[in-house]
């Protein structure tokens, strides 16, 4: 059971890059954001609520790191993801962000002095070169000229982001569950992106709400918010994190090919040099470590 949850979660996180790419026109990035943990946030109020009053001293102990991971993990990495996919496609977006586990690698080498092996850095190099023909769409004449697409780079800081927030759940709060602790991030994220969202409609048109954009917002706050992350602690729980992290590299399979179906985005060679690229240095730094472990034990 356990895998099938690990499958859906990246299922339903993959469809909601590519239903905000397909909704970038009609709804603004910042308004998705804060509509989707809104709505999200109204369905798991009747059990949240009695939680959040029966650990209020957990809370208040914690309240800087709680706004730490509500800011940087719920409201930043999803909001520069919808940003970014204004500009950038589906398939480039879920692409990168299987980045995420290269960068926490070179992250905690940075900062927290996690040395690597050398097979792990050859494969941070393969990754880094496959995002790298990604941004450039093939085109090496635009790295060169640093003419970057601004959806791309916006994607790139969202996995960025994404990588220190992950890096950052070590010292997550010991006393809260991991449904409060969700729900509490939700809580700062809707009040963080409430004013921006505000800002946000000041600066264009007046937003009319049709049915497309209402069964959006419902399906990002029911399937890659609640659904996604409930399945995904409960992978975690009975695999562990090891193995469960490598059930990610799904979404750029589950990407592009809602990305052809439903948004008929065209896949290019440069798209195919970046997949064989990043998922080499994935494997070089991630995979083949984690299957030996898995064999030893």
């Known amino acids: 059971m356990a895998y099938l949850l690990l499958i859906l979660t990246t299922l339903f996180w993959s ?33 949240l609520l009695p939680r959040l009053i029966r650990q209020r001293k957990v809370l208040w102990d914690n309240a800087g790191s709680l706004l730490f991971f509500g800011v940087v993990g719920v409201a930043g990495f999803n909001t520069q993801v919808y ?52 941004i450039a769409r093939g085109d090496l004449q635009s790295l060169l000229g640093l003419e970057f697409n601004r959806g791309d780079l916006w994607i790139f800081g ?11 759940l070590r010292w997550r709060p010991k006393g809260l569950d991991g449904f409060t602790f969700f729900g509490i991030t939700v809580v700062v994220a809707v009040v963080v992106l409430a004013p921006l969202a505000w800002w946000e409609q000041t600066e264009v048109p007046t937003l009319e709400w049709q049915m497309p954009m209402l069964l959006t917002v419902l399906y990002m706050a029911i399937f890659p918010s609640i659904l996604a992350y409930l399945f995904w602690n409960r992978g975690v729980e009975e695999l ?16 592009m ?8 985005e065209a896949l290019h060679s440069f798209h195919l040099w970046g997949v064989v ?21």
Do not use: C
């Open 15 to 47: 469809g909601n890059f590519v239903l905000a790419r397909a909704m970038h026109l009609d709804l603004p990035p910042i308004t998705m954001a804060f509509s989707r943990w809104l709505l999200a946030l109204l369905i798991i109020l009747p059990w």
């Open 83 to 134: 940003i970014g996919l204004q500009d950038t496609s589906a398939t480039n977006a879920v692409l990168m962000q299987s980045m995420v586990p290269i960068m926490i690698l070179v992250l905690g080498a940075l900062f927290l002095g996690e040395r690597g092996s050398r097979k792990q850095w050859l494969g941070v190099t393969l990754s880094f070169i496959g995002v790298a023909v990604l």
């Open 158 to 168: 969202a996995v960025l982001v994404w990588s220190v927030y992950s890096l950052g």
């Open 240 to 255: 562990g994190a090891s193995v469960a992290g490598l059930f990610i590299h799904l979404m750029p399979v589950f990407g």
């Open 257 to 264: 090919l809602l990305s052809v179906i439903f948004l008929g």
């Open 277 to 297: 690229l990043i998922f080499a240095g994935i494997y070089l730094a991630v995979i083949s470590d984690t299957l030996k472990r898995l064999k030893t034990n």
